[in-house]
């Protein structure tokens, strides 16, 4: 076949290279576009995670007041109920504090 055509396989990788180098050009016209969307993404995903581990494990978002008061009922740390959350082990207790 290389009788008649030529060396294809050169001229295949040579195109190859060509449209790869062509792709690259337009990608690193955008590359701060890109960039930014992947922040946003990424930032999205945690986001996301964090709403799902809430509703997973029945999670809520602190009442903030003026005063200068912590009641907390039925604390639980969530790093160490994920712990042991295979042996369905839940610890939770009760916190006040006050600053004068």
Do not use: W
């Not at 690193?28 to 995903?45: G, M």
């Amino acid at each position: 076949m290389d009788t008649h055509v030529g060396d294809l396989h050169s001229t295949i990788v040579d195109r190859e290279l060509e449209i790869i180098q062509d792709l690259l050009e337009e990608i690193i016209k955008h590359d701060k576009t890109i960039a930014t969307a992947c922040d946003v993404c990424a930032e999205l995903d945690c986001l996301l995670s964090f709403s799902e581990v809430s509703r997973s494990y029945n999670l809520r978002r602190p009442e903030m007041i003026e005063e200068n008061y912590i009641e907390i009922i039925q604390g639980r740390c969530a790093s160490a109920n994920f712990e042991f959350r295979l042996c369905n082990i839940f610890f939770s207790q009760d916190t006040q504090s006050m600053n004068k």
